[in-house]
């Protein structure tokens, strides 16, 4: 597979959001135009995004779909097992990441949020739960937790980022407004939703 960009990255997971939602078996194929009109987006982008991990494709038939959707998981990363995940931060945005389904798609597990007010320890329904911050360790230890979420506030950031390496995560996916920085054995992803917006809002 060629080196892969990270607009093509960024993309790819909206190609497979759009396979899994058709009803298929081993033989359904689908064409990239098909694709890129079920999207709203470029026939010659999406011809090209899929190209670059699944081929070009069989003349007159396109892509099997089956195989389509292993090929863009296989570039994404994504494992038959899930990969559990704990969040930092019980409040509004933290609770919201913990109760949405849709990262079982990815393979990815959140599994229990953590925050250091005890008050808001508990179940929150759909199985999941916030428990005290002091807990975090053992659990991660004893669930295999490879990847934490940062959900608080700018002046907890910095302890909450400890607090996940010692908990012996691999990767931390940051929505603080602080930049958090990786290591060579942690991979950091920051999200800051208020200047995503601010680049929608100025497009306008």
Not at 7 to 28: E, G, N, Q, W
Not at 70 to 85: F, M, R, S, Y
Not at 150 to 159: F, L, N, R
Not at 163 to 181: D, E
Request: net charge neutral; proline share 3%; aromatic share 6%.
């Amino acid at each position: 597979m060629k080196r892969l960009t990270e607009s093509i990255k960024a993309r790819l997971p909206v190609y497979l959001h759009y396979l899994k939602s058709l009803p298929s078996d081993d033989k359904t194929t689908i064409s990239s135009a098909s694709i890129a009109e079920g999207l709203g987006l470029g026939e010659v982008q999406v011809r090209k995004d899929l190209a670059r991990v699944s081929g070009a494709g069989k003349p007159k038939i396109g892509y099997y779909l089956g195989e389509l959707t292993e090929h863009i998981e296989d570039a994404l990363g994504i494992k038959p097992e899930t990969t559990n995940a704990v969040i930092v931060g019980a409040g509004k945005l933290g609770k919201a990441l913990l109760l949405y389904d849709g990262f079982s798609e990815f393979g990815l597990n959140l599994l229990a949020a953590f925050d250091k007010d005890e008050s808001k320890a508990g179940e929150l329904g759909n199985r999941k739960a916030v428990y005290p911050i002091g807990e975090i360790e053992n659990f991660c230890r004893e669930n295999n937790v490879k990847i934490g979420v940062i959900t608080v506030p700018e002046a907890s950031a910095g302890d909450a980022y400890e607090t996940l390496i010692g908990c012996g995560v691999t990767a931390v996916w940051n929505f603080s407004p602080v930049r958090i920085r990786g290591t060579d054995k942690v991979k950091v992803k920051n999200e800051n939703l208020a200047a995503s917006l601010a680049v929608l809002a100025a497009d306008l």
